[in-house]
Nanobody, 126 residues
Framework: QVQLVESGGGLVQAGGSLRLSCAAS????????MAWFRQAPGKEREFVAV????????YYVDSVKGRFTISRDNAKNTGYLQMNSLKPEDTAVYYC???????????????????WGKGTLVTVSS
C-alpha cells in the first residue's frame, strides 16, 4: 500500500504561482511513477503531468506545458507540482497518483493508477 497526501493548494490570483506537494508513505515511493490529475467543478478528472520513477522522463498535458513542472525527491518520498502563470481555468481539485507503469499513464490507459491521494483545492481568481 502507498498512502499519498497532497498539500499546498489555496487561493491565488491569475498569473500567480503555487507549489503542490505529495507526501508518500508505505511501500517504496521510488518504485512508482508519480502523476498529478485534476478535476474542475462539473467536469471529469483529467491528467495533468507524470514523472517516471527516477525522474528521467516527464510528460504533460498540452494546456500546462511551459507553465507547470513536475518533480520528485525520492529520498524524501515527496513529489511536487510547480504551477506558474496560473489561469482561472486551472481551478480544480488536484490529485496526486502513483502508478506502476509510467507508459500507461502517458497513454491514458484506464486503471493505470494504483493509488490516489484525496486531493487539494486550487482556486485561481481572475
Amino acid at each position: 500500500q502507498v498512502q499519498l497526501v497532497e498539500s499546498g493548494g489555496g487561493l491565488v490570483q491569475a498569473g500567480g504561482s503555487l507549489r503542490l506537494s505529495c507526501a508518500a508513505s508505505g511501500r517504496t515511493f521510488g518504485s512508482y511513477a508519480m502523476a498529478w490529475f485534476r478535476q474542475a467543478p462539473g467536469k471529469e478528472r483529467e491528467f495533468v503531468a507524470v514523472i517516471s520513477r527516477t525522474g528521467g522522463s516527464r510528460y504533460y498535458v498540452d494546456s500546462v506545458k511551459g507553465r507547470f513542472t513536475i518533480s520528485r525527491d525520492n529520498a524524501k518520498n515527496t513529489g511536487y507540482l510547480q504551477m506558474n502563470s496560473l489561469k482561472p481555468e486551472d481551478t480544480a481539485v488536484y490529485y496526486c497518483a502513483a502508478s506502476g507503469v509510467y507508459g500507461a499513464v502517458v497513454a491514458g490507459t484506464s486503471n493505470a493508477v494504483d493509488y490516489w491521494g484525496k486531493g487539494t483545492l486550487v482556486t485561481v481568481s481572475s
